[in-house]
């Protein structure tokens, strides 16, 4: 059976204190590892694809990596702006999307 | 490009009632799958719907159903509302050949007395 498992459940960092989101992933033939950030009471934001091991996209202070088995974003230099939950998802058969259970990221000012 | 539109944004409904929500996708994307959202459960996959056809579902019971139209609209219906049924349902929109990025609506929020 897929599954997706994330860590840490919530992050809280200091504004400038760069950190990473982990996401572990058991699929029986992945065909794209996908990053989404939620903001409360709205729908999931598209922030990546991955697609094979070695691969990695930037956006902004984002960056995702992904490995045979694991992938992780990577925060660096996090503003306040950025505090939302992430979520990751693998894609198996056909369209269907297998969530985790999200990382709430806090960040302070 | 206009996004994705998912109306009714929220419903009370009671025990017992049945609801219908709808979904527009992105113009040109011809797949519309449905999801749940509940703060014990996560994100789960209901239903995927590829040119007015299902073409993928998940472990839901059958009075959560759907279907699509020729513009690639789709609604979900659910009937015979339970408590656990409340929660976030989101629709999202991809061109649905291979792999591709999916783009999710803003959500209904569906509350059951």
């Known amino acids: 059976e897929d599954q997706v498992t994330q860590s840490p459940e919530a992050l809280r960092l200091q504004e400038g204190e760069s950190s990473s989101l982990n996401c572990s992933y058991t699929v029986s033939g992945l065909r794209g590892l996908f990053w989404y950030r939620q903001d409360p009471g709205k729908g999931p934001e598209f922030l990546f694809t991955l697609y094979s091991a070695g691969e990695e996209k930037e956006k902004e202070r984002l960056k995702a990596t992904l490995t045979k088995k694991e992938s992780f974003l990577h925060i660096t230099a996090p503003k306040p702006e950025d505090s939302a939950t992430y979520l990751c998802a693998v894609q198996a058969g056909g369209n269907k999307l297998v969530f985790g259970a999200g990382t709430i990221l806090r960040v302070k000012s | 490009k206009a996004g994705v539109t998912q109306t009714p944004r929220y419903l009370i409904k009671t025990r017992g009632q049945q609801v219908t929500l709808s979904c527009s996708p992105i113009?040109?994307?011809?797949?519309v799958s449905w999801y749940q959202q509940t703060p014990g459960q996560g994100l789960q996959f209901l239903f995927e719907y590829f040119s007015e056809t299902q073409r993928n579902k998940g472990n839901f019971p059958g009075r959560f159903s759907g279907r699509q139209f020729s513009n690639s609209r789709s609604e979900m219906n659910v009937s015979t509302l339970e408590l656990g049924d409340s929660a976030l349902y989101l629709c999202?929109?991809?061109?649905?050949?291979?792999?591709?990025?999916?783009?999710f609506g803003p959500g209904t929020r569906l509350t059951v007395l």
């Open positions: 113009s040109g994307h011809r797949s």
């Open positions: 999202a929109s991809s061109t649905g050949q291979g792999e591709g990025e999916q783009f």
